[in-house]
């Protein structure tokens, strides 16, 4: 018997994928209440099914299609994203435990979100965008036993990251706004309306470029 | 010296305060005095004021439910409210009247009842005017104040994206002078006045605690009590700022919210519901009527001694708390459009306040006007801060709602003190969201200090006064912040219009 109790904000595997709980509503049979990280959908499920995992310094994950790694040394700044992994919200404050919060201000002794959140610098981690070298992926439980266990279907593989036609990136570049959509794949090299012709490899570093949504999903 | 410019804020507030404090301490006699000039003078000189421009207030925010603005929306105009509407309503309600409405929601109907502003006490006519009059104090006029400056903060801060301080409010008019001189005078008047309108509501709370000690344990009712109460919670405080229980001060303030509740519909059942209902009815009409009447009424040919007491106390305590309260207001309303916003904090929780003091008042009044229970009425109004528990004891259940009462008391107490501490260091920091632990356990003592230095130069009376003095520079602040507001809507307006021309070409 797992006598673990869930608690909103935690992140949890709920078959093998990370999510974070967003509520528990302890009068359904399926109280727990999940997005996924990955691609902020929603998911129901029951306290037995979720195993906890407490996020640190150095892991990385998916979160809405693009890939952070969880960092304390640099400072934050204007537009970056950030995980309150130690919330100590004061009397004006509306944030709990890992909310992902946007970066409006950076002040001497913490940051204010767009939410009009007063965050100190000791509550959060850093969300630096890409995948740091020595970082430690989480978004899976056990990436082996995803891909071996083919019989739950439900649990996807690394394929949904590849870009797929219609969807929307956006250039990460202060210089231009330029958003634009997959129009035709053939093998490795993505074609992006605009005439754009780029490797996927490229197209999937999140520090070159972002993805938004896709066009069907709308 | 930038060190200073930066903080001047902070340190000239503060030091403004400490000599108030030190005057309390080493002239406890000269400080009544004074305040007991400032006291008949605010009846002579200061009333009109005081009164025009809380009705003033009033008309605005009416105004501007119907005006042109109602359809801004506080934020961007993609922004949706955080909080659904109950919970927005609930919120407001318990940040805008909070430890008051339970000190005065037995002692004011029977007190007015036993001396009403006009007529002869311990009448039928006493009563209905007693009940009007507490309609009056309670009802439009706070929360126009209320409306009125959270408006302009939640404006000012989301869709000009400035810092949350009270001098933010005046950019239309100063531009950037509001971080100057004159923006700074601004932001010292509104810690001066949030600071004695929180020591006000202190005090009130410190006599109350100790009312309720004395009901329940049998404690006795004395000042050492209530300056030994003052210093527990301050203790209690600053452990609070410096470990993680800051988080469990939430949960306390939701548990007020659940406990007023109960309470509230335990009266309703347990006293005369009939009656309660009648008086609700019957009241909200006598209030309608007279209205205007009685929102501008001085006595010119007479003794002004009631209206100082009453009225004007209410409108200088409101005044001072609406920093506090504004600040609170605005922080919960991004996302909502004008009117939605008046309609939330002007309409729905004077009807909630309203009903409040019907099942309160009405329950109370039935006591003592059906059994004609002169020397009950006389011992409320002579003990006003045992009153609530006085009414419990002539009901069924009353040690039940005797605990329940000094549990919300002391719990109000506790949020009110941890709350105000964040808001005098947010507005002593030009309108940071991160106040440091230091300025916040600097203003945690000081309110303190200022409550129980006004307790022992003379009480309840001294509170009233001192609260009515403080306020009168941040009711001229209030009146130019409504101007201000103004030019910042039709800059506002001005923009959408512009934008749609861009669209149509």
Known sequence: ?218 | MENFKEKSVFIISLALTLIFILWGIFFTDNLAKVTNIIYTGSIDYLGWVYIGTTFFFVIFSVYLLFSKYGHIRLGKPTDKPDFNTASWLAMLFGAGMGIGIVYWGVAEPVTHYTKPPYGEGYTIDAANTAMTYTFFHWGLHPWAIYTVIGLALAFFQYNKRLPASISSVFYPILKDRINGPIGKTIDILSVFATVFGIATSLGLGALQVTAGMHTIFNAPDTLMVQIIVIIVATVIFLISVNTGLERGIQYLSNSAMIISFAILLLILILGPTLTIVKVFFNTTGLYLNNFIQMSLRLRPFGEGEWIAAWTLFYWAWWIAWAPFVGMFIARISRGRTVKEFVIGVLIVPTIGTCLWMSIFGGAALDLVVHNNNHDLATYISENVSLAIFTFFDQLPLSTFLSILGFALVAIYYITVADTATFVLGMLSEGGTLNPSNKIKMTWGVIQSAVAAVLLISGGLEVLQTASIAAALPFAFIMLVMSYSLLKGFNGELEIQRRKKRVKET
């Open chain 1, 1 to 218: 018997m797992k006598l673990f109790q869930v608690r909103k904000g935690q992140f949890v595997y709920y078959k093998n994928e990370l999510h974070r709980v967003y509520t528990v509503k302890p009068v359904y049979k399926k109280s727990v209440h999940l997005i996924r990280l990955r691609d902020l959908t929603q998911h129901l499920c029951s306290a037995a099914e979720v195993d906890r995992y407490q996020p640190k310094e150095g892991d990385s994950f998916i979160f809405n299609h693009n890939v952070f790694t969880l960092n304390k040394d640099r400072k934050a700044q204007e537009g970056d994203y950030i995980l309150i992994t130690n919330p100590d919200p004061d009397y004006l404050d509306h944030y709990s435990l890992n909310e992902i919060e946007v970066v409006d201000t950076v002040e001497n002794k913490g940051v204010i979100t767009n939410n009009s959140n007063g965050i100190r610098h000791h509550e959060y981690l850093l969300m630096v965008p890409g995948r740091s070298e020595n970082s430690n992926p989480i978004e899976f439980r056990d990436v082996n036993h995803s891909e071996e266990n083919n019989v739950n279907e439900s649990v996807p593989t690394f394929d949904i990251f590849l870009p797929s036609i219609g969807d929307v990136y956006k250039k990460k570049d202060p210089n231009s706004s330029l958003e634009s959509m997959v129009v035709a794949i053939k093998g490795d090299i993505i074609y992006l309306g605009g005439s754009i012709e780029i490797s996927e490899e490229e197209l999937l570093d999140s520090t070159k470029w972002e993805f938004l949504y896709n066009i069907l999903d709308q």
